[in-house]
Nanobody, 126 residues
């Protein structure tokens, strides 16, 4: 069974940086795309960034474009989200996820993702 485990969350002041990691355990198909999502209490889960399994194409939500960078190691067993210039509005629980929908997954619709981590809390103070 595939498991995704996030780490790297914490508290940081506005303008600071954090790097989230997502370790992939178990067998996952090479054609799965990966993504990062976040959710704040009272709000729907929203897509943050995605990366295609083949080709490495990336997509970012407008709210994080230019500040966040999604990447993965060569073995594709770890997904990263480098977050710079953090803002209080970035405060949320961040989830990594995997999708078998290929390029469609880059639309960052939660319903297109098949595996999810438990999330890691990111708190940005002003």
């Amino acid at each position: 069974q595939v498991q995704l485990v996030e780490s790297g969350g914490g508290s940081v002041q506005a303008g600071g940086s954090l790097r989230l990691s997502c370790a992939v355990f178990g067998h996952i198909r090479d054609d799965y795309s990966m993504g990062w999502f976040r959710q704040t209490p009272g709000k729907e889960r929203e897509g943050v960034a995605g990366i295609a399994a083949i080709g490495g194409s990336t997509y970012y939500a407008d709210s994080v474009k230019g500040r966040f960078t999604i990447s993965q190691d060569n073995a594709k067993n770890t997904l990263y989200l480098q977050m710079n210039s953090l803002k209080p509005e970035d405060t949320a629980v961040y989830y990594c996820a995997a999708s078998f929908w290929g390029s469609r997954a880059l639309k960052l619709s939660p319903q297109d993702y098949n595996y999810w981590g438990q999330g890691t809390q990111v708190t940005v103070s002003s």
